[in-house]
C-alpha cells in the first residue's frame, strides 16, 4: 500500500513538474528548429538571458543603433536561454509585418504584462482576430474627425486650467517640506531637487529670446521656479480623457483658485492607481526574466498587491461609469431627430445593448475598453507632451518661434491656429525624436507553419553546415564562384524566414531617428526638416507623418489593422495644450541637467543624478507678459547642438 501511494505521489509529481516546465521544453525545442539561428547577431554575454539585460536600459545606451550600425538593417539578438529573436529596421519588411497583424500578433507575455497593467484580457490591445476587428469596428466611431473636432473646447478648458496653475506656481513662495512630489524648487537650500537645477536660471537658454529689458523685479530665481511638469500633465490629460471621452471630471487637478500645490491624497485616486501602474518598474533579475515564461513566479513579485489594488480601482471606477451612463438613459425614449452621442462611453453603453453579434460588447469587454482608452488617453499623451515641452526646452530658438507664430493668431479662430504649419512640424518632430513607445514585439502565428517575409535590404544568412559538406561533394572541394562570402559560409537573402513561434521586435524608436531615412541630422530636433523631407522617408509604413510612433498605417482588411485608434485625439490634445502653455510660458532646463529615459509600457524621464526620486521632468517655467517682444534669435546650428540626444 505504501508503495502505491509513493509511485502516486512521484508519478503526480512529474506530471507537475512536466506541466510547470512545458514553456521551457518548447523554448528549447523552437530555438534549435528556428531559421533565425542562421542570422548574423551579437555576441551574447549569457546562454540564460541572452542580451536581455542589454535591453533594460535601451533608451539610454543606444544599443539598438549600435548593432544596427554593425550588424546592418536586418539581425537577431539572443533572448531567454539564447533563443534568437529577429530585430529589422528594414521598411518593406515592417510594412509586411505590420500590415498582416492578425498573422503577426503580440506575445503572450506582452499582452499578460499589458492585462496586469490595466487593459485587461477583453480589451482592445489585448484581444486578436476577429475579436479585435469587431470591437475597433465599434469603437472607431468614437474617434472620428468630426468628434475630434467637437470635443477641442474640453482640451482647452483642461490646457488654460493648467496654464493657470503653472501661473500660480511662480507667484508662490516654495513650500516648506521636502518631500512633496510636486514641489516647486526656488530656494537654494532645497534638498528635494539636485543643486544643478537650483541655479539662478541667468543661462543663456532661458534669456537669450527676451529683447524687452528685465523689470525691476524680474529676478532669475523667484520668475523661474523649477516645476516637475510630469505629474501635472498628467493629471490635465487624465481629467480631459475623463470629460471628453466619459463625460466625468476625475478631479485630478486642483479647481482655480485653491493650492497648486496638492498632496498626493488630493489628485484622485484614479490618478494614484494609473501613478502607481505606470510608475512601478521590475528591476531586471533572474526571477524577472523567469516569470515572462512561468506566470506563477509573478505572484512572488513584491509589487503585485499595489498593481492589484490599482486595478481594482480602475475596475470599480469603470462600474461606476457605466451604472451612471445607464441611469442617464434609463426612462428617456430615443428621438429619431436627436444627434447620437459620440464619445466612448456612450458607444460601450450601446454596443452592450446591441442585439447584433457584430455589434454587442459584453460586460467585462466594457470594462476593459474603460481601462484601456483611460490608460492610453492620458498616460501616452502626457509622456507626449512632457518629452515635446523638453524638446523645445533643449531648443530656446524653436520654442521662441512657435511662441511667436501663435501669438501672431488670432485665438477667437481657434482651428485656425491649431492648423499653424509650425506647430505641425513640431508635434511631428517631437513624436519623431520621442515616441511614448519606443518598441513593440510581434510574434509569427499565422496559418501556415512558415512564413517568408520580403526586405528592401538583404540580410545575410548562415549556410546551414550540410549544405555546405553536400557543396563540397558536389564540387569535389573547390570553392564555387557565386559571390558567397568566406568560402560559402554566407549568402545574401532578400527574405527573412520564419518559423510559429519566432518573435520579432520593431524598435519603433530606431526607425524613427534613421541617418539614413531621416538624414545625418536624424538624432536633432529641428522642426523644420518637415518642409522638404528626404526622399526615403516615404518607404517608413507609418500611420502619422511616416514614422513609427502610432505603428503602421497600411493596415485594415483580412491583415487586420493594430495601429492607435486614437491617434487623431491625441494629436489634437497635445496641439491644444502646447498653444494654450506656450502662449504664455516659456519652459527652460540648465544645461547640466541630464534627463534619461525609463521604459514600462510609456517612456518616462527621470535625473541622471538622482535616479532614486522617481520619474520628473524638473523644467524651469516663466510667464512670458503679453507686451514681451519675442524675436527668436540664434541660428538652428546652435538649437540642434543643444537638443541632441
Keep these: 500500500m505504501s508503495l502505491s501511494v509513493l509511485s502516486c505521489c512521484l508519478l503526480f509529481t512529474w506530471f507537475i513538474t512536466l506541466y510547470l516546465l512545458k514553456p521551457l521544453f518548447f523554448l528549447i525545442i523552437a530555438r534549435f528548429r528556428s531559421p533565425l539561428r542562421l542570422i548574423p547577431s551579437p555576441p551574447s554575454p549569457s546562454f540564460f538571458v541572452g542580451n536581455l539585460a542589454q535591453l533594460i536600459d535601451q533608451e539610454n545606451n543606444d544599443i539598438f543603433r549600435i548593432?544596427?550600425?554593425?550588424?546592418?538593417?536586418?539581425?537577431?539578438?539572443r533572448g531567454f536561454i539564447s533563443g534568437h529573436r529577429l530585430l529589422t529596421t528594414d521598411p518593406l519588411a515592417l510594412s509586411y509585418i505590420l500590415g498582416h497583424a492578425y498573422d503577426f500578433p503580440k506575445p503572450e507575455f506582452i499582452t499578460d504584462a499589458l492585462a496586469e497593467m490595466g487593459a485587461g484580457h477583453d480589451g482592445l490591445l489585448t484581444v486578436q482576430g476577429d475579436v479585435h476587428r469587431r470591437q475597433r469596428r465599434i469603437m472607431s466611431q468614437a474617434f472620428s474627425p468630426s468628434h475630434i473636432k467637437s470635443i477641442i473646447p474640453i482640451f482647452r478648458q483642461k490646457a488654460e486650467q493648467l496654464r493657470d496653475i503653472f501661473m500660480q506656481m511662480g507667484n508662490l513662495p516654495p513650500r516648506e517640506t521636502a518631500t512633496d512630489p510636486n514641489h516647486v524648487s526656488t530656494c537654494p537650500n532645497s534638498c528635494t531637487t539636485p543643486h544643478s537645477l537650483l541655479e539662478p536660471a541667468h543661462h543663456a537658454s532661458s534669456t537669450r529670446h527676451r529683447t524687452s529689458p528685465p523689470s525691476a523685479t524680474d529676478s532669475p530665481v523667484t520668475t523661474c521656479p523649477t516645476v516637475d511638469i510630469l505629474p501635472w500633465l498628467a493629471r490635465a490629460t487624465l481629467d480631459a480623457i475623463g470629460e471628453a471621452g466619459f463625460g466625468y471630471s476625475f478631479h485630478s487637478l486642483p479647481p482655480p483658485g485653491s493650492d497648486p500645490h496638492p498632496s498626493d491624497k488630493s489628485e484622485g485616486e484614479l490618478a494614484r492607481a494609473f501613478s502607481t501602474v505606470f510608475s512601478t518598474v521590475t528591476e531586471f533579475s533572474v526571477v524577472s526574466v523567469l516569470a515572462v515564461w512561468f506566470p506563477f513566479l509573478r505572484r512572488f513579485n513584491p509589487d503585485t498587491r499595489a498593481r492589484q489594488k490599482a486595478k481594482d480601482?480602475?475596475?470599480?471606477?469603470g462600474t461606476q461609469l457605466i451604472d451612471?451612463?445607464?441611469t442617464a438613459h434609463l426612462g428617456h425614449e430615443?428621438?429619431?431627430d436627436a444627434p447620437i452621442s459620440r464619445d466612448i462611453l456612450s458607444v460601450l453603453v450601446r454596443?452592450?445593448?446591441?442585439t447584433s453579434p457584430s455589434q454587442?460588447?459584453?460586460?467585462?469587454?466594457?470594462?476593459?475598453?474603460i481601462s484601456t482608452f483611460i490608460a492610453a488617453g492620458h498616460e501616452t499623451t502626457a509622456s507626449a507632451l512632457t518629452w515635446t515641452l523638453y524638446a523645445l526646452a533643449r531648443a530656446p530658438a524653436a520654442q521662441s518661434r512657435l511662441r511667436a507664430a501663435i501669438r501672431a493668431c488670432d485665438m477667437e479662430d481657434f482651428q485656425a491656429v491649431l492648423d499653424l504649419p509650425l506647430l505641425e512640424y513640431t508635434v511631428r518632430e517631437a513624436l519623431r525624436l520621442h515616441a511614448p513607445v519606443g518598441s513593440t514585439m510581434r510574434i509569427y502565428a499565422g496559418a501556415a507553419p512558415e512564413c517568408f517575409v520580403p526586405l528592401q535590404h538583404p540580410v545575410r544568412v548562415r549556410v546551414p553546415t550540410w549544405c555546405r559538406l553536400s557543396r563540397w561533394f558536389r564540387h569535389r572541394g573547390r570553392p564555387s564562384n557565386n559571390g558567397e562570402e568566406e568560402n560559402g559560409r554566407w549568402h545574401l537573402e532578400s527574405s527573412i524566414h520564419l518559423r510559429h513561434g519566432d518573435i520579432i521586435t520593431i524598435p519603433i524608436q530606431s526607425v524613427n531617428r534613421a541617418p539614413d531615412i531621416w538624414g545625418p541630422d536624424a538624432r536633432v530636433f529641428r522642426p523644420e526638416r518637415w518642409a522638404a523631407l528626404p526622399p526615403a522617408v516615404r518607404t517608413v509604413p507609418g500611420l502619422y507623418a511616416h514614422t513609427l510612433t502610432f505603428l503602421n498605417g497600411n493596415g485594415g482588411g483580412a491583415g487586420g489593422n493594430r495601429s492607435c485608434i486614437g491617434y487623431r485625439f491625441a494629436i489634437a490634445e497635445i496641439k491644444v495644450f502646447l498653444v494654450c502653455l506656450l502662449r504664455d510660458l516659456e519652459f527652460?532646463?540648465?544645461?547640466?541637467?541630464v534627463i534619461q529615459k525609463r521604459a514600462n509600457i510609456v517612456t518616462r524621464p527621470f535625473l541622471a543624478s538622482a535616479p532614486e526620486m522617481g520619474n520628473q521632468m524638473p523644467l524651469r517655467v516663466r510667464r512670458v507678459p503679453p507686451d514681451e517682444i519675442v524675436e527668436p534669435v540664434g541660428s538652428d546650428v546652435q538649437d540642434v547642438g543643444a537638443a541632441r540626444l
Excluded at 548593432?67 to 539578438?77: A, N, R
Excluded at 480601482?313 to 471606477?317: A, G
Excluded at 454587442?360 to 475598453?369: V, Y
Excluded at 527652460?588 to 541637467?593: E, M, N
Design 334 to 336: 430615443p428621438r429619431f
Design 351 to 354: 454596443a452592450n445593448a446591441a
Design 588 to 593: 527652460s532646463i540648465d544645461d547640466d541637467v
Design 360 to 369: 454587442a460588447l459584453t460586460h467585462s469587454e466594457m470594462l476593459s475598453q
Design 67 to 77: 548593432w544596427t550600425d554593425q550588424y546592418g538593417h536586418t539581425f537577431t539578438y
Design 313 to 317: 480601482t480602475m475596475l470599480r471606477i
Design 324 to 326: 451612471a451612463c445607464k
